[in-house]
């Protein structure tokens, strides 16, 4: 999908190397406070660690173990922030920890849930309480051995979309998002960096100017700092690959299970998809490329027992129908097991060794990415100087300025002015795009008039604003990332999506996005880098 050239001479204020949560966090929070910015990511948006977690907003009650008791509070004060900031892409959801006789005693996650509900700021979340799984239907899918646990909040979060709806915001904001471009040199001319970007749908490449740099590039970091800025001495991340496995529904109900492992990890068994059950994680160091991580038959294995410990209905390798992987760069810190290393996010500026400004983004989690932006933002301020004042905690993102308990009046909304949207649809669009649902619908009176139908619920228009408004380019793009709804086409489905987007992107956009906010076309567009 083409994408216009950016202006000759232009320079940017600061430009982001990466497309994941925290690259795309911190355009999105530059832009807002009047910064010019641009962003290249080399794949898709979201397209390695981003979209490859467990999909939940939270404080992580394990890290506790680990005294990692700053990390904690501020990744549970982030979670009403982020509700209430995106409430058609996240909302609360009640976990039970079953009690395992010959693991954490009873008094010490008692102990460790009272902190996680009181160090955090919690307001809208229900607080812990104790459950008798013998009464309780929580209990119904479990071994009868199970008998005591404790239920408490945290949130869920549709990850890829949340990375794609900073993008989107970042661009209405005036920066240029530039997805399937790489960085591949950097260098320093009148003291400013000299980015060469190449496209690598179309092979062209053109220069950049930045007054300062960010390298968010996830797992790729020490890479970038390798090869377009050649230096090969660097190693600052410690690569661990997380693994999920997808199964068909488990158990009714909304609550989600938080299982303690022999080995003492922990994994989670969430509802996933309406139809199905998300089990996952595993803790493995990485090496290679991130791009080609791979759940192994070993890690499937050690999903399926470590859940069946729990499950009455034992979970077998042969019920997976989709599984996922992806690689965190966390911070080396030294720990001698993958699962021991911090999560915490670690900065570091390094304009002494390069000549120009530049910060590199170490590790972090999803849940504090809008913190870690904060952080990069305040840094980028005292380089290149101040503008504008933190505002990310209190904006909305795209779609999702209806308040943190309007979720089901959306959805009546969308069903009352297009009645002939079957229920289950309406709430999937509400919940993938928010209030922008109605824009994607446009006139549509009826089904016919949502155009091509690719299987299950996906019909051109919406393909058409995945391509137009939020970069997609493929099949996997659309249904492995933005909507999910690969878990119901078929191969043959699957593959006439892919089709359909190719032609989209080697057409360069069937719909031109400048008529909607004068600033993108499809995959780009001209931001507001001034002239040097």
């Known amino acids: 999908m083409g994408q216009r050239p950016i202006q000759q001479g232009a320079v940017f204020d600061v430009f982001v190397i990466g497309g994941g949560i925290n690259g ?92 996680y509900d009181h160090i955090g700021g919690r307001k809208l979340l229900p607080a812990t309480r104790t459950l008798d799984m ?96 050649g230096r090969n001495d660097v190693h600052n991340v410690r690569l661990v690959k997380g693994s999920h496995i997808v199964v068909p529904r488990k158990f009714e109900g909304e609550r989600a299970y938080f299982f303690q492992n022999a080995d003492g990890r922990i994994i989670f068994a969430i509802p996933y998809e309406e139809e199905f059950t998300l089990i996952g994680t595993t803790d493995q160091d990485f090496e290679g490329d991130p791009a080609k991580a791979q759940i192994s038959g070993e890690e499937i294995d050690y999903l399926c027992n470590a859940a069946s410990e729990y499950f009455t209905d034992p979970i077998r390798p042969t019920d997976v129908v989709w599984s996922f992987s992806g690689v965190r ?72 300025d209806f ?54 619920d996906l019909y051109e228009v919406e393909l058409r604003h995945l391509a137009a408004r939020e970069w997609a380019c493929t099949g996997d793009d659309v249904l492995w990332r933005r909507t999910k709804r690969g878990l119901r086409l078929s191969p043959t489905q699957a593959g006439i999506v892919d089709a359909f987007m190719s032609d989209i992107a080697r057409r360069g956009g069937l719909e031109d996005a400048a008529g909607r906010d004068g600033e993108q076309v499809a995959r780009g567009g001209q931001g507001r880098a001034g002239a040097a």
């Open 134 to 229: 013998r009464s309780d239907p929580a209990g119904k899918p479990l071994k009868a051995s199970y008998r005591r646990a404790f239920e408490y909040s945290d949130c869920w979060v549709n990850d890829a979309r949340l990375v794609v709806l900073n993008a989107r915001d970042a661009a209405n904001r005036g920066a240029d998002i530039r997805t399937r471009t790489k960085v591949s040199r950097a260098r320093i001319e009148d003291g400013k960096w000299v980015l060469t970007l190449d496209d690598l749908l179309t092979g062209a490449s053109q220069e950049v100017r930045a007054r300062m740099l960010v390298n968010a590039a996830g797992p790729w970091v020490d890479e970038v700092i390798a090869g377009a800025f």
């Open 403 to 456: 308040g943190h308990d309007g979720y089901e009046r959306e959805v009546e909304a969308l069903r009352s002015a297009y009645p002939f949207l079957p229920a289950e649809h309406a709430r999937r669009l509400v919940r993938l795009y928010g209030r922008v649902a109605h824009d994607i619908l446009g006139g549509a009176a009826s089904v016919e008039e949502m155009g091509r139908h690719f299987g299950a």
């Open 24 to 115: 795309c966090g911190v355009a999105r929070d530059a832009a807002g406070r009047g910064y010019s910015v641009g962003l290249a990511e080399m794949n898709d948006l979201a397209s390695g660690t981003s979209s490859a977690s467990t999909k939940l907003i939270h404080g992580g009650l394990r890290y506790l173990e680990y005294y990692e008791f700053r990390l904690v509070r501020e990744a549970l004060m982030e979670r009403e922030v982020l509700w209430r900031n995106a409430p058609h892409i996240i909302w609360p959801m009640r976990f039970v920890l079953p009690l395992h006789e010959g693991m954490r005693p009873g008094w010490l996650i008692r102990l460790g849930l009272f902190l």
């Open 329 to 400: 760069s966390l911070f080396d810190d030294g720990a001698s097991m993958a699962q021991e290393a911090t999560r915490d996010y670690v900065l570091k500026s390094d304009e002494e060794s390069f000549g120009a400004p530049i910060v590199h983004v170490f590790g972090g989690k999803i849940t504090t990415f809008r913190r870690l932006a904060e952080s990069v933002v305040a840094e980028i301020g005292r380089k290149i100087g101040v503008r504008g004042t933190a505002w990310t905690h209190r904006e909305a993102l795209p779609g999702g």
